[in-house]
């Protein structure tokens, strides 16, 4: 049996440099070429061929072709580029005549030269990225077959060649702008040939969809692309086809952004026919659904109503998680969803029904559980008590029910959805007691610690945020629950995860609870008095330093969360004309308006002992106050001067 080495020797004795070079030439001077057949189907069904060429299956010899042309490249890089460079010095060399003197290429050229040339351009698209180094990519393109595309001299075979050739070389070839690029694919995609539309579609679509994309590039042939791919796909049949002209759609109009809000309207107002004419092909019903996900965000909702009508029904049918194509449309309804209500300025009757698909999708699987939770976060803030009055009962067993279902970054996502719920709409509390049973027995458990400082800070937060609201109500839920035992549980927790709270304000919620326990006078509460009062003293300490841990605002931790913080952040490099989405203007004067904002703490420290003493008696207050540990007696009595 041979070893390896052995093996390696004899292979490279097959595969010498020689028979790698012949292995080329028999891809791009045989295997490579267009041959009668395919000319035929051309002929007889462009829209078909297009898409025939794309399947990847050995007999063809295209395939065949492709896959050799590989594997040689991969072993031998250099002898690669050394044949294809060869092959297209001879054989571009009548294209470049006909450039310079402006001769018709049909006419000037015959079609074994053109089927040659469309051999070559199909064997370095086959393995631009592997040859950019070898092969001047820049000259060829840029200098010899984008002038050419535009100069109308080519023909239809090497439009459609060299349209496919400018997506393939996308990652390959770097360039600072590649409007000259859009603009010869523009011309292309409104060719006569739907072979070479398609084509030029596909490349389009590339382009959009690089890391090097650039709004400006695309900005001037939207109108044309959006108009021209709209006439493509009521005119094609094949399934293949009209997927990739929709694909192309929602691509360009998500990279452009605001900057596609010109041709929304026009998309909106045709939604319908096109969703009409997707029939019964589930496929097309994803890219259509992101279709108008993309249009909506564009004019940020401001559409008119009959296309808001029709975008409700769309969003309603994708979705039914019950659905006949759930699978292809659920994830981008959902999106949909999400993109609607960030952008509506108006709680109305069909956005705020809408949201019994959303919660029929979490009763059914936690899957999306969170993009679905900040679609809940964004209706409250819209809908406030329209919203938590219908749907508060249906939503409050659910959050209880995930706190038994998800794992530890579900709680976390729940209880962060949570607390934004309760600093909305702070009356939603009395309708949570189950979510907060649930809460309390896992942040009281002697397994807490096992989950996790993260995990059990976010389930101590959404107590202290309704605490800081509430702190009678939060008093005696957890003395019904667990006596005295309870309110020192709690306040022990705080005060052992104060240090895990990402932001100085997520601090001030806890020092606002501790604040609101203490002006109870509960004996519950001055039972741990020691407790609360250290933490209040803790936070101090944190807001005179200025200490937040390195981390952000809580305004930018909460927008991060929800997915809006870089929209606000772009918004704001853009300029004073730069539009947010209502959504994210409402969650950040949500967090303005937090009267837990500005806490002073020592005023409230203040309000909250002589509240205490009000309630208790000052003979009990003297009792728990000579109970607290000196060093923090001497904190407090620096923050209260008069305090005995």
Same mark, same amino acid.
């Given at each position: 049996i041979p070893d390896e080495q052995q093996i390696i020797a004899a292979v490279q004795c097959v595969f010498t440099q020689e028979t790698l070079s012949q292995l080329v030439n028999e891809c791009v001077g045989g295997l490579l070429l267009l041959t009668q057949g395919d000319l035929l189907e051309w002929q007889e069904d462009p829209d078909n061929f297009h898409n025939s060429q794309q399947i990847d299956y050995t007999g063809k010899p295209a395939i065949a072709g492709e896959q050799l042309l590989l594997a040689v490249t991969m072993r031998d890089v250099a002898c690669a580029c050394s044949v294809i460079n060869h092959h297209m010095q001879q054989t571009l060399a009548p294209l470049a005549r006909t450039l310079q003197q402006g001769v018709d290429g049909q006419a000037s050229l015959g079609l074994p030269d053109i089927l040659r040339m469309d051999a070559v351009l199909h064997s370095l698209g086959t393995v631009v990225f592997e040859c950019k180094d070898g092969i001047d990519l820049r000259q060829i393109i840029d200098g010899m077959l984008v002038p050419a595309l535009l100069s109308g001299s080519m023909n239809m075979v090497l439009k459609r060649r060299v349209s496919w050739l400018l997506? $393939?070389?996308v990652d390959a070839l770097s360039l600072p702008s590649r409007a000259h690029h859009i603009h010869a694919l523009c011309k292309a995609l409104c060719d006569d040939n739907v072979s070479v539309c398609l084509s030029a579609a596909s490349s389009l679509h590339a382009i959009a969809n690089s890391a090097e994309f650039l709004v400006s590039d695309m900005e001037p042939y939207l109108l044309q692309i959006t108009s021209r791919s709209c006439e493509l796909f009521n005119g094609c049949r094949d399934v293949d086809s009209r997927l990739l002209i929709l694909n192309l759609l929602a691509v360009t109009n998500e990279a452009m952004g605001t900057k596609a809000a010109s041709v929304a309207s026009q998309l909106a107002a045709l939604l319908p026919s096109l969703w009409s004419g997707a029939g019964d092909e589930a496929i097309l019903k994803g890219p259509l659904v992101k279709l108008a996900a993309c249009v909506t965000a564009a004019v940020q909702g401001q559409l008119?109503?009959?296309?808001?009508?029709?975008?409700?029904?769309? %969003?309603?049918? %994708?979705?039914?998680?019950?659905?006949p194509d759930a699978l292809y449309v659920l994830d981008t309804g959902i999106d949909l969803v999400k993109v609607l209500v960030r952008n509506l300025t108006q709680y109305t009757q069909p956005l705020h029904e809408l949201y019994a698909r959303i919660l029929e999708v979490m009763t059914q699987t936690w899957e999306h559980v969170t993009p679905c939770f900040r679609?809940? $976060?964004?209706y409250m803030l819209l809908g406030g008590q329209n919203f938590w009055g219908s749907y508060g009962p249906s939503l409050s067993a659910l959050i209880a029910q995930a706190y038994d279902d998800l794992s530890d970054t579900g709680i976390v996502l729940v209880s962060e959805s949570l607390c934004f719920i309760l600093t909305a709409f702070p009356q939603a509390a009395s309708q949570l007691t189950q979510a907060f049973t649930k809460i309390t027995a896992l942040v009281l458990s002697s397994a807490a610690n096992e989950r996790g400082p993260l995990v059990v800070t976010a389930l101590v937060s959404v107590l202290a945020r309704w605490g800081a609201a509430a702190p009678s109500d939060l008093l005696a839920f957890l003395q019904a629950g667990?006596?005295? %035992?309870?309110?020192q549980g709690f306040s022990k927790s705080m005060s052992d995860h104060l240090d895990s709270?990402?932001?100085?304000?997520?601090?001030?919620?806890?020092?606002a609870c501790a604040l609101g326990l203490i002006s109870t006078g509960n004996h519950g509460s001055l039972s741990c008095l020691?407790?609360?009062?250290?933490l209040v003293v803790d936070v101090k300490c944190?807001?005179?330093?200025?200490? $937040?841990?390195g981390t952000s605002s809580l305004e930018e931790i909460m927008l991060k969360v929800a997915g809006v913080y870089e929209e606000q952040q772009s918004a704001q490099q853009d300029g004073e004309n730069a539009q947010l989405p209502p959504d994210v203007q409402r969650r950040t004067a949500m967090l303005q308006n937090d009267s837990l904002r500005n806490l002073d703490v020592s005023a409230s420290l203040q309000q909250a002992i002589s509240g205490c003493i009000a309630s208790c008696g000052h003979e009990a207050w003297v009792h728990a106050w000579? %109970?607290?540990d000196a060093d923090t007696r001497t904190s407090i009595s620096s923050m209260c001067p008069g305090l005995q």
């Open positions: 997506g $393939e070389c008119q109503p009959d296309s808001l009508q029709s975008l409700f029904s769309i %969003a309603s049918y %994708a979705c039914d998680p019950s659905g679609i809940t $976060e964004s667990g006596g005295a %035992a309870a309110v709270v990402p932001s100085l304000r997520g601090k001030k919620v806890f020092a020691d407790g609360l009062l250290a944190s807001i005179d330093l200025g200490r $937040e841990g000579q %109970a607290v």
